[in-house]
Nanobody, 122 residues
Framework: VQLQASGGGLVQAGGSLRLSCAAS????????TGWFRQAPGKEREFVGL????????YYADSVKGRFTIFRDNAKNTVYLQMNSLKPEDTAVYYC????????????????WGQGTQVTVSS
């Protein structure tokens, strides 16, 4: 599975961005897709995930209520809708796929896309 993340950019605080993660092939119901981010000098951290089989989602506390993950099965694409952005959301965002039901750590992911930069100005 190859993943292509896109949609990053520069936005003012309070604004919105939508990131996309397109898979190169139809992902089976075994895979979950997660989003991570990495700010300069920091560890890559979990943002959220969506289960392909159930569509259930799970979010880190830092983004809960502001970010939403959803999918388009026909396009093999998962989206990360980011609202009410804050300067601390500035990071490179990555999508990843895992061959397991509920992967909440980066070590549990099997495939990674390239990152897309999100910069939130104050």
């Amino acid at each position: 599975v190859q993943l292509q993340a896109s949609g990053g950019g520069l936005v003012q605080a309070g604004g919105s961005l939508r990131l996309s993660c397109a898979a190169s092939e139809r992902t089976s119901s075994r895979y979950a897709t997660g989003w991570f981010r990495q700010a300069p000098g920091k560890e890559r951290e979990f943002v959220g995930l969506i289960s392909w089989s159930t569509g259930n989602t799970y979010y880190a506390d830092s983004v809960k209520g502001r970010f939403t993950i959803f999918r388009d099965n026909a396009k093999n694409t998962v989206y990360l809708q980011m609202n009410s952005l804050k300067p601390e959301d500035t990071a490179v965002y990555y999508c990843a796929a895992a061959n397991r039901a509920w992967p909440v750590s980066k070590a549990q992911y099997d495939y990674w896309g390239q990152g897309t930069q999100v910069t939130v100005s104050s």
